[in-house]
């Protein structure tokens, strides 16, 4: 279904661990956006970010306002699809089919940490590389010859949206594999905060609070700089209530 113009899948996360399943065995480059409020205002008025939104594999319900939204348009999608939960089931899955992953983004320092953290949690993972980087166009050639050259089948881009998502947009087709050059495709998909989390840099909403759907408000108080950027909640209430009628 599409809300505010934006589309949003329903899927569980079994269903888009056995699409990325699927994607990596078929070959290419395919894209996973976790899809919440600010993704879909910012796409109101960002047309790049609007046709990146269009063109990718999936886009999982990541917040609990799409959900919400698409239940008041009749349709109950069956779970919310939280970016950083579906990374962490993807990398047990990558685990066992000797998935390489790529972690690209966050300060420097981050996503070695949450390497460190996925290879503990998941015996026999490969991490194939962890680069900070940055979303800025001048290393964005340097940045992809370092991909490529660790040959992942997953990409996990935290650079917040829409910056990774436009990266990815821009350079996944860049990293197909060559012939011959290791397994099939590769699923690149952006993660905002993600590793920040599970770094432990950012402190995760208790489980309660994600169940009650008030992560959003629990993010709010603990990074209240975030105000600004979360009145894109309110406006997205107004005009998720005024499409449904
Ligand atoms: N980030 C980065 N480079 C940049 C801007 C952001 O690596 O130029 C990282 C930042 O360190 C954080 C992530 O991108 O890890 C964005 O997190 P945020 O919580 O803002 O993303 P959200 O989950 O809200 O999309």
Same mark, same amino acid.
């Given at each position: ?6 589309? %949003?899948?329903?899927? $569980? ?8 399943? &699927? ?5 290419? &480059?395919?894209?996973?956006?976790? =899809? ?19 063109? $990718? ?7 609990? +306002?799409?959900?919400?939204?698409? +239940? ?9 699809? &939280?970016? %950083? ?6 990398? &047990? !899955?990558? /685990?066992?089919? @000797? ?9 420097? +320092?981050?996503?070695? @940490?949450?390497? *460190?953290?996925?290879?503990? /949690? ?7 590389? $962890?680069?900070?980087?940055?979303? @800025? ?20 881009? /935290? ?7 436009? #990266? ?31 770094? +432990? ?6 489980? #309660?609070?994600?169940?009650?759907? !008030?992560? #959003? ?7 209240? #700089?975030?105000?600004? @950027?979360? $009145?894109?909640? =309110?406006?997205?209430?107004? *005009?998720?209530? !005024?499409?449904?009628?």
């Amino acid at each position: 279904m599409h809300i505010l113009g934006v589309r %949003v899948d329903d899927v $569980t996360y079994q269903e888009a661990c056995d699409i990325a399943e &699927a994607l990596i065995r078929r070959g290419g &480059a395919h894209q996973f956006a976790t =899809v919440n409020p600010e993704f879909v205002m910012a796409a109101q008025e960002d047309e790049e970010f609007r046709a990146v939104l269009a063109s $990718t594999a999936l886009n999982v319900p990541d917040g609990a +306002g799409v959900v919400w939204a698409a +239940g008041r348009r009749g349709l109950k999608l069956r779970q919310r699809v &939280a970016g %950083v939960d579906l990374m962490l089931e993807l990398c &047990a !899955l990558a /685990a066992r089919h @000797r998935w390489r992953v790529f972690l690209l983004g966050a300060q420097p +320092g981050v996503a070695e @940490r949450v390497a *460190a953290a996925l290879v503990l /949690a998941h015996r026999g993972l490969i991490i194939a590389g $962890t680069y900070a980087g940055s979303p @800025r166009r001048e290393e964005e050639m340097a940045i992809v010859a370092r991909v490529r050259a660790a040959r992942p089948q997953l990409l996990f881009v /935290a650079y917040g949206a829409p910056a990774q998502d436009k #990266w990815l947009a821009r350079n996944l087709p860049l990293l197909i594999p060559a012939e011959g050059e290791g397994l099939g495709g590769i699923v690149g998909m952006g993660v905002g905060g993600a590793f920040d989390f599970v770094a +432990g840099v950012q402190k995760r909403a208790p489980a #309660w609070v994600q169940r009650a759907n !008030l992560e #959003w408000l629990y993010r709010l108080m603990r990074q209240p #700089w975030r105000w600004r @950027r979360q $009145t894109a909640l =309110v406006r997205f209430a107004v *005009a998720a209530m !005024l499409e449904s009628f």
